[in-house]
């Protein structure tokens, strides 16, 4: 069985956000690796056929109850983004750019822009705004923005929500260790236990 696991991941996904501040730390004490993958949520609930949370008055009500539950079981920042939902396009493209500059400027790209979303309630479609956090964070800001035009950029985003779905994910996180897929940040303890076997 594979040590690595892949996260199917958007930023506006608040248990991608909870993904983000837990896994790493429990992969690590197992000795595994995570390869992020970003794709774009709002796709993968298109191609399915789902519906965000928040389309649904009972279960939107719902999330941001849970949501409260884990931040604090957990002791994890958090404040509802009052720009929720938004546009994650610049900012998914961007991580993709980040992960061609290196382990360093990913890493950073990822701690930045979770914080601003979830932390900072800062409108991360507003490029302004990005590029404002990227320079902020000591990123090359004007260099990873150019890089979001790029038509391999773009069309790797796209191969990555087209993947997710025909691996069978339907929201995010989705996890995938090897075939085995899991799915919400809520199962990480499933995730755990498959890569320490």
């Known amino acids: 069985m594979s040590k690595t696991v892949e996260v199917f991941f958007d930023f506006v996904s608040t248990a991608s956000y909870l993904t983000y501040m837990r896994l790493p730390e429990a992969v690590a004490e197992v000795g595994g690796k995570i390869e992020w993958r970003p794709m774009l949520l ?25 949501i409260q ?22 900012v998914l493209r961007g991580a993709l750019a980040a992960q061609d500059m290196g382990e ?11 914080k601003a979303v979830w932390q900072d309630g800062q409108d991360m479609s507003d490029p302004e705004v990005v590029m404002e956090v990227l320079r902020s964070a000591g990123l090359p800001a004007d260099q990873i923005a150019a890089a979001t035009q790029d038509q391999a950029i773009k069309d790797r985003l796209k ?17 995938f260790i090897g075939d085995e897929m899991h799915w919400g940040q809520d199962r990480i303890h499933w995730v755990i236990e498959t890569l320490a076997a």
């Open 69 to 90: 539950r884990w931040t604090k079981k957990y002791d994890i920042p958090f404040r509802m983004n009052p720009a929720f939902p938004f546009n994650t396009v610049m």
């Open 42 to 66: 709002g796709g993968v609930f298109k191609a399915t056929g789902n519906a965000p949370p928040m389309n649904v008055a009972a279960k939107g009500k719902w999330m941001m109850y849970d």
């Open 159 to 175: 191969a990555n929500t087209d993947e997710a779905v025909s691996r069978g994910a339907f929201g995010a996180p989705t996890f």
């Open 104 to 114: 360093e400027v990913f890493d950073t790209y990822m701690e930045a822009v979770f």
